[in-house]
């Protein structure tokens, strides 16, 4: 049984978030319900709402009060939500070029053509990988290959990680123009 359910609150009015212990307490359920109804489907309540107490744990020294705490709550659900479901999609978009390249890459019948045609389409994987500035090519490796945060990559390259996630936005729009260039000029 999940341990969010098990989070409701024990008041009729919540209590002041002095504490993560009582913003958890406070406002897991009301979360819990944000995360499912702003996610659908396509994400994971219990793990939005995780994510969104530790946001809120790190940040609470820095709440002003200028708004309700539930308001302030509600923002950083939503941007939580909307980054795991843009997530989801260039996962989905990534696993879809990745799938092309495997079938183009293996057959069930290895010989040479299918070692010609694996060979093929490697390189014109790597050359269209060439063709992104340094800066582009290193966070799309790191991010989409090695898998690491935004946050890591930032930490690796000694930059910021707005800067990287600016970088990798460009590298992913740079990378998937070239590659359908690429498709078209070999006739695929």
Known sequence: MP???????????????????????????????????LGGPGIDPDDTVQEV??????????FRGDAKLSTWLFRIT??????????????????????RIEDQAATEAPGPA??????????????????????????LVLFELEELSTEDIARLLDRP?????????????RFIGAWQRAQKESGE
Do not use: K, M
């Open 3 to 37: 341990l969010l359910p098990l989070l409701r609150p024990t008041g009729s009015a919540p209590e002041p978030a002095s504490s993560v212990e009582s913003l958890c307490r406070c406002h897991a359920v009301q979360l819990t319900r944000w995360a499912e109804r």
């Open 161 to 173: 990680p707005a800067t990287v996630r600016v970088w990798l936005h460009r590298a992913r729009a």
């Open 114 to 139: 299918a070692d010609l045609e694996r060979v093929e389409a490697t390189r014109r994987f790597y050359q269209v990988l060439e063709e992104l500035p340094e800066r582009h090519r290193q966070v």
């Open 53 to 62: 107490l530790l946001i809120a744990a790190r940040r609470l020294p820095e």
């Open 78 to 99: 939503t941007r939580v939500v909307a980054n795991q479901r843009r997530g989801a999609r260039r996962r989905l978009t990534w696993s879809r070029l990745t799938r």
